[in-house]
């Protein structure tokens, strides 16, 4: 607002008053007067809806008062929009002890889509409704999957509106807002609220295939570069599905967060015994250090051992990787996967009158239903993947192999089988 007239200083000089000159075809685009104040690091302006001058100054010696009353009483001035407030938000969060680095870049994650919602992030902060989010963010989100052709699971819609949740709650600690924002996840119908998410695994069949198919295009790559990558993502697999670890944590590992273990050895010391079977015989202790469950310890199978080495010759041979530091140096498999999915014709999988589709963390799903079907416990198996035995009954006990469940029965000699607890 550059061109101003007739400049009427009130309140020791710090409320200025004055009629705007902008014209539109010719003509004063407004004869009201204007208040002009800084304030709190920033203008703030406000027109007195009137032209009549002695009435305006009335007005807006008031609106003046109004300001520094709040500021005396640390009441927020400024009606900061969604936008101006995530950006502090976003920085807060680097320095909120509370939250672990992986809860803190699964947020950060979440707002890198919800930020593309031009409509929500010109909202104002303080008067936002939940009725606001429904028509702005929620549309959006909904509109632009059926644009896509795609289907949003009721889990990635509900953990979108839980980060904004706390966002607004975060808002409203620290003054932005006057009440809290409540109920966000009920904007949800019951049906997505409550969908269960598809833990989509690898049968044993399916996963030799999987490993076949593999094999075949390591062998058949066009360059050596292609075949590199193509092997790295083949140890990649067998690592993943002899570990059970999530997709963050097997990336984020280096090479010192692993111990080669040849129980053999430990046993002959112990016992002077030495006769254990090969896959007895070799495992993995492997430190996780970023965990979505703090850091823990856990173990792998011999299979994975094996896969490590394999790697290890792999980058010595060809020199295409160090021995050292990160032991994948990707920072994701997605592309290659999807190929050898698609070229193994396991991308999909039909749950019911679903489709599903599968990914890295299908592996992850993998170590854990081959660990059930093998009679692993249900605690056991949570302890080495750093969750919860409530997920793992939930989840994936259902789909244990009815050879399994066989076994069990014959050799327990039950005629039911025990209930999980």
Not at 24 to 53: E, F, P, Q
């Amino acid at each position: 607002m550059s061109k101003v007239n007739n400049i009427i200083q009130r309140k020791n000089g710090r409320l200025h008053i004055f009629q705007r000159m902008d014209k539109y075809k010719g003509k004063l685009k407004s004869k009201n007067y204007y208040g002009r104040t800084y304030v709190d690091g920033a203008d703030k302006i406000i027109s007195s809806k009137t032209s009549n001058k002695k009435l305006a100054i009335t007005v807006l010696e008031k609106w003046f008062d109004e300001i520094n009353f709040k500021k005396k009483h640390n009441i927020p001035i400024h009606d900061n929009t969604f936008k101006d407030c995530l950006k502090e938000y976003l920085k807060s969060l680097d320095d909120n002890v509370s939250l672990s680095p992986t809860s803190k870049k699964g947020i950060k994650n979440r707002f890198n889509v919800i930020q593309n919602c031009k409509s929500l992030l010109d909202l104002r902060v303080r008067t936002i409704k939940v009725e606001d989010i429904n028509k702005t963010f929620l549309k959006w989100r909904l509109d632009k999957a059926k644009s896509q052709k795609k289907s949003l699971r009721g889990a990635t819609l509900k953990g979108d509106l839980t980060v904004i949740g706390g966002f607004m709650t975060w808002c409203y600690r620290n003054g932005f807002r006057d009440k809290r924002l409540e109920n966000i996840a009920l904007l949800l119908s019951k049906k997505l609220r409550h969908q269960r998410t598809s833990r989509v695994y690898f049968t044993k069949d399916e996963y030799n295939h999987l490993l076949n198919v593999s094999r075949k295009r390591v062998k058949n790559g066009r360059s050596n570069r292609i075949r590199f990558d193509r092997e790295r993502l083949h140890q990649f697999i067998i690592f993943m599905v002899g570990t059970g670890l999530r997709v963050d944590e097997c990336l984020g590992l280096e090479f010192e967060d692993i111990t080669f273990i040849d129980r053999n050895k430990s046993l002959k010391a112990i016992r002077n015994e030495s006769n254990l079977v090969e896959d007895n015989r070799y495992c993995l202790k492997i430190n996780v250090p970023q965990s979505k469950t703090n850091s823990r310890e856990t173990y792998s199978t011999a299979s994975a051992y094996f896969a490590l080495q394999r790697l290890m010759k792999l980058y010595k041979e060809t020199g295409m990787g160090k021995i050292d530091g990160n032991i994948f140096q990707v920072s994701s498999f997605r592309e290659g996967l999807n190929s050898l999915l698609q070229e193994a014709n396991l991308k999909t999988k039909k749950i019911g009158d679903r489709i599903v589709k599968r990914d890295s963390k299908s592996l992850r799903n993998t170590f854990i239903q081959f660990m059930l079907d093998k009679g692993v416990s249900s605690n056991l198996i949570a302890k080495l993947c750093g969750t919860s035995t409530t997920m793992i009954d939930k989840f994936y006990t259902a789909n244990t192999a009815v050879e399994s469940m066989l076994d069990v029965i014959l050799q327990t000699g039950r005629t039911k089988l025990k209930a999980v607890s």
